[in-house]
């Protein structure tokens, strides 16, 4: 269920993507700013660990502009994103044939050196997000990597048939996601976004970098020494009721992530019977969903 949007926040966005003069760095702080944008279109049955995006994630000497972890029961899965330019063109108007632009390739192989990093060097590339693969018993389960990348504006594809089914054969050939930029401002506009909270790399850890949402099963999880949390961003924690000053001491926020001992009125069985009752419901959607494609395809 994402928020409701806000069509002056959408009307800035394609402000933004209009306009010849700004940059990819504009369009990646936008995104910051408003991490609903920002969406995983083809996973939504799979959550967002901590509820957090990271910004800037190094992979291999080069950066992802984006990345999230996403799970199911048995798999992680490594989601990094790169972003180019609202205005670059996905195809050459010059050849007799639909052939992808000279910047669009540029940017798949940059996208092709994350994947050969990731198959040369899986334990560093696990390593950098260890302390994500949470809760304890997962940590082991198999990494895989997912792909994203947003460019271009859909008119440049969208109203071509011959465009539109290259641009198929390319996402299945190099087993990637291309989004454009009206991909991004649609699934916003049709209310399925949703914010995140911001993290960038900090040594070992991580840091809040934005927090318009906040994490989820974090600090029940992450040490201080794992995730550092500036001074504005624990006073505002602290108001909605997370004792922060217990975690700063090491004290693991166990209880709804908030709270480092049990409160009063605390109801063990109610809980269990909340977790046990989100899991049979993600079973039984991922169940409608594997009959509906099975009914479709016989």
């Not at 926040?9 to 408003?34: C, G, R």
């Not at 944008?37 to 994630?57: D, G, R, V, Y």
């Not at 594809?157 to 390319?170: D, G, P, Q, S, W």
Request: glycine content about 6%.
């Amino acid at each position: 269920m994402g928020i409701k949007p806000d069509e002056e926040l959408a009307k800035q966005f394609e402000v933004l993507i209009d306009d010849p003069k700004k940059s990819e760095n504009d369009v990646q702080k936008f995104l910051e700013a408003h991490s609903e944008f920002l969406i995983p279109s083809w996973f939504q049955n799979h959550p967002i660990a901590m509820n957090s995006i990271i910004s800037k994630f190094s992979i291999g000497g080069r950066t992802a502009d984006f990345a999230w972890l996403m799970s199911d029961s048995a798999t992680w899965f490594l989601v990094l994103v790169e972003i180019e330019s609202p205005h670059k063109k996905l195809f050459s108007s010059s050849s007799k044939h639909v052939k992808p632009s000279s910047v669009f390739d540029d940017a798949l192989n940059q996208t092709h050196v994350w994947k050969e990093y990731f198959d040369e060097h899986p334990a560093e590339v696990r390593e950098s997000i260890r302390p994500m693969l949470v809760p304890l018993g997962r940590e082991r389960n198999p990494l895989k990597l997912r792909r994203v990348l947003i460019i271009g504006r859909s008119a440049d594809h969208a109203a071509n048939e011959a465009r539109r089914k290259r641009m198929a054969t390319i996402e299945e050939d190099h087993k990637i996601k291309i989004l454009t930029y009206d991909s991004l401002l649609g699934h916003y506009r049709r209310g399925q976004g949703e914010k995140r909270c911001v993290l960038s790399p900090r040594g070992a850890g991580f840091a809040i970098k934005r927090m318009d949402a906040y994490p989820e099963r974090t600090f029940a999880y992450l040490r201080p020494e794992q995730l550092h949390v500036p001074p504005r961003f624990i006073a505002e924690l602290e108001e909605a009721g997370y004792q922060m000053q217990e975690w700063l001491k090491n004290r693991p926020l166990m209880f709804d992530d908030r709270w480092a001992t049990k409160p009063e009125g605390w109801d063990d069985d109610g809980m269990l019977n909340r977790v046990y009752g989100a899991a049979m419901d993600a079973v039984e959607k991922s169940r409608s969903k594997r009959a509906a494609k099975r009914e479709k395809s016989g």
